[in-house]
């Protein structure tokens, strides 16, 4: 299935979903409040851009009265999307910048339990203004995004970090050290980020595990992924994909929990930062 197709699918199941409770005069802000949801999680779905599980669906049609037959027709017309990825063009495409940041930065308001593996580029919510910059520059010099809207998507960036200030979330972060080693932007914007890592592993809530180039790796690390509670989603050179299924959770789930095992924390994680500071403030 193509990803084109793979979203258009995806949007008629939100369209109907959105017909269906319209259909019953309830509002998208009623329907969340039912269930218990953010509101914003009911227009994600209907707009295509979440899939919903199979929970989900019966919740809704419970609210909206459906019966056993459109129940049916509903979970059989998902089940065709479960198991095929989620793939949105890349915002560098498609569409501007801050329409992925803002996205992001939903599921990072509404998750309570956030994993990060990064093997390339320090994770988005740890991420300085200026580091930050040349990352959404990339993506304008290389993909394509549109370069009008840099400055607003690198805003939404930085204020979905504060979300890291919310006690009641706690974050998990790992990278490898490769990341904190990378040249890819100026020496003064990198001494700039590692130094705010370092503060960050102080915060009750985030933590910071580094794996050194040393460790010996339980699995290879194809590619960095995030989990925002049970939704996972990796950036890819061509798209943005995003899983939500159980089984898929519990993969990725154990692959983070495996890559975690053999990171060093705390003392021994700002040793590592600390070290490769070092070695930025002395030019080769």
Do not use: K, W, Y
């Given at each position: 299935m193509s990803s084109n197709q793979t979203g258009s699918d995806r949007g008629a199941l939100g369209a109907r979903l959105r017909e269906l409770r319209a259909r019953e005069g309830i509002s998208g802000v009623s329907l969340a409040s039912r269930l218990g949801w953010v509101q914003s999680k009911v227009s994600r779905i209907e707009t295509g851009r979440q899939l919903p599980t199979e929970d989900d669906v019966r919740a809704w049609g419970a609210v909206i009265g459906a019966d056993e037959s459109l129940l049916d027709e509903l979970l059989r017309q998902l089940r065709e999307l479960r198991g095929e990825h989620i793939a949105w063009r890349r915002g560098a495409t498609d569409a501007a910048q801050t329409g992925t940041q803002r996205s992001m930065m939903e599921l990072a308001a509404e998750a309570t339990l956030v994993r990060n593996f990064e093997l390339g580029v320090v994770p988005g919510l740890l991420q300085t203004a200026d580091y930050a910059r040349v990352r959404l520059a990339e993506n304008v010099e290389f993909h394509g995004a549109p370069g009008d809207d840099l400055e607003d998507a690198l805003l939404l960036r930085i204020q979905r970090q504060q979300v890291l200030y919310d006690s009641a979330k706690h974050f998990r972060f790992v990278?490898?050290?490769?990341?904190?080693?990378?040249?890819?932007?100026?020496?003064?914007?990198?001494?700039?980020?590692?130094?705010?890592?370092?503060?960050?592993?102080?915060?009750?809530?985030?933590?910071?595990?580094?794996?050194?180039?040393?460790?010996?790796?339980?699995?290879?690390?194809?590619?960095?992924?995030?989990?925002?509670?049970?939704?996972?989603?990796?950036e890819t050179w061509a798209e943005e994909q995003t899983w939500q299924t159980p089984a898929d959770a519990q993969r990725f789930g154990r692959i983070f929990d495996r890559l975690h095992d053999v990171a060093r924390h705390g003392e021994h994680a700002r040793e590592i930062i600390q070290t490769t500071l070092a070695g930025l403030a002395t030019p080769a």
């Open positions: 990278v490898t050290e490769s990341v904190l080693r990378m040249s890819l932007c100026p020496v003064d914007v990198m001494r700039g980020q590692l130094d705010r890592l370092t503060a960050l592993t102080g915060m009750s809530n985030v933590e910071l595990g580094v794996i050194p180039t040393s460790a010996r790796l339980p699995l290879a690390p194809l590619h960095g992924f995030v989990m925002f509670d049970d939704t996972v989603t990796v």
